[in-house]
């Protein structure tokens, strides 16, 4: 009985809540709704047994219970009017349908479907309308990516305070001042019109990125990562013709596909060095449709640079609030594919694409001596002039030194070094570490290793790079 409880809610709790804070306004009673239904639901489904549709009564109970609450709230007679004359919460609304795949729940049966009919169509979707409104560029980046990953994700505050490195108290803080601010500044419950749509998709393929490196920096939260994941393809399905949003999808399934090579007996395994029959082949062969690359042979995942997770995250949050000079989104209107246009004018790949290619090569990769370096150089050449940053400045010049030599790797990395935003980045340190070491170079090597782990964010990255560190100490020569 707790399955089939745990089974609606997973399918259909962000339908839900988007549409009683599409009624109601009001975020907190949507959530507290929908955990009074749940609660009702554990009580009651044991007795009464399973509804024919569990969605459709979680969603009735929940809006009853609005109901009620604005009710005891002489202030909110507005709002209860709405509710009455609104048809998907009408008085017999028990006797309405809630489908997988119905854009609103509607009298008679599922309304019209959303998932693959074109943007337009998704435009409508609650969903979709919850998914900006916490994405909103009003609100800081943190509070975006915790706002979304509580209210459109699901996850608890405490979660949200351990993906953070901050208290559970800091986190709600942070969530409530979000919410506050949506219903202050009057930002409105909707998604942007056809002209401002691209520039805005922008922030939220780069808040859901960020909400997945968030779980799987450091394999912090694999379930965070999952979230994110589902995410990403829901925003994929009600924007099908967008892609960045399928290319982003791809680029996460790659990632979270090696999750059970990546972490082993509790310690990180670099890429190099992970068990490849162990990463998810069906999520790659998704990817791989998704990008339509016709990767066949398709075996792994992605990262040029040592542990994974991190390095994207920073070069997405690079590009995210770098100020937008060389990335920029252009909608070829009327729903069109997204394009995407570098300041030259030339018409590129998006970022997500071509990360997603990359990530794309590595996966191709039998073994980690098969990896194509000259394609992934290319690929990030590309990167480098559609979105420049330090960031990606170091994975290139890994690239440079697998694909052209140990030599003129080190010397893109050294001519990286004085840059402000590299001096406590410690993927720069591990980079060079490991450069210096395939060089020979090992005493150098050990001390770039070592400030690297005294940069290290996480323990399980600290632990990791120290065992490389003394494995390099160990090397001959």
């Known amino acids: 009985m707790d399955h089939a409880v745990a089974t609606a809610i997973c399918e259909q709790r962000l339908r839900i809540v988007a549409a009683l804070i599409g009624v109601t306004g009001d975020w907190d009673l949507a959530e507290d709704a929908l955990a009074d239904a749940t609660e009702r639901a554990l009580r009651r489904w044991p007795t009464d047994g399973v509804p024919g549709n569990p969605a459709a009564w979680l969603t009735v109970t929940a809006r ?45 049966g599922p309304g019209p479907a959303v998932s693959g009919t074109g943007a337009d169509a998704g435009l409508h979707d609650d969903r979709l309308r919850l998914i900006f409104t916490c994405c909103h560029p009003a609100l800081s980046l943190e509070a975006r990516v915790a706002l979304t990953l509580k209210v459109v994700c699901g996850l608890s505050t405490r979660a949200i305070g351990r993906l953070f490195l901050v208290p559970e108290a800091t986190a709600s803080q942070r969530i409530l001042r979000a919410k506050r601010k949506i219903a202050h500044a009057g930002i409105p419950y909707r998604v942007p019109d056809a002209q401002h749509l691209p520039d805005r998709l922008d922030g939220v393929l780069a808040v859901v990125y960020l909400a997945f490196s968030a779980g799987w920096s450091a394999a912090r ?8 994941v589902r995410l990403a393809r829901l925003v994929a399905e009600l924007l099908p013709l967008e892609d960045e949003a399928r290319s982003l999808l791809a680029l996460l399934l790659i990632q979270h596909s090696r999750q059970e090579a990546r972490r082993v007996d509790g310690r990180l395994v670099t890429l190099e060095h992970q068990d490849r029959s162990r990463w998810d082949r069906s999520a790659i062969a998704e990817a791989d449709a998704l990008l339509g690359t016709g990767g066949a042979g398709w075996a792994g995942a992605t990262r040029a640079t040592s542990t994974g997770g991190g390095g994207w995250a920073a070069a997405t949050r690079a590009t995210s609030t770098g100020g937008g000079g060389a990335t920029r989104a252009t909608s070829t209107g009327g729903g069109g594919a997204t394009r995407a246009t570098s300041t030259s004018g030339r018409v590129n790949r998006g970022p997500y694409r071509i990360q997603a290619e990359l990530a794309a090569v590595h996966a191709r990769a039998e073994r980690a001596e098969d990896t194509d370096w000259a ?20 994975a290139r010049a890994v690239a440079v030194g697998m694909a052209q030599g140990l030599a003129r790797g080190l010397a893109e990395l050294d001519a990286l070094a004085e840059h402000p935003a590299l001096r406590d980045y410690h993927p720069y340190y591990a980079a060079r570490g490991d450069l210096l070491a395939r060089a020979g170079q090992h005493e150098a090597a050990a001390q770039a290793l070592a400030r690297a782990a005294d940069l290290a964010p996480s323990e399980i990255e600290r632990t990791q790079l120290l065992e490389r560190r003394r494995e390099v100490l160990r090397s001959p020569g």
């Open 64 to 108: 009853r219970r609005a109901v009620d609450v604005l009710r005891r709230r002489a202030l909110e007679t507005d709002k209860l009017v709405e509710l009455a004359n609104d048809p998907v919460f009408g008085e017999d609304g028990m006797a309405y349908e809630v489908s997988a795949g119905s854009g609103r729940p509607g009298p008679g």
């Open 221 to 228: 939260d694999p379930a965070a990562a999952s979230e994110a």
């Open 375 to 394: 394609a992934i150089l290319g690929l990030y050449d590309e990167l480098h002039e559609r979105a420049p940053s330090p960031v990606s400045g170091v």
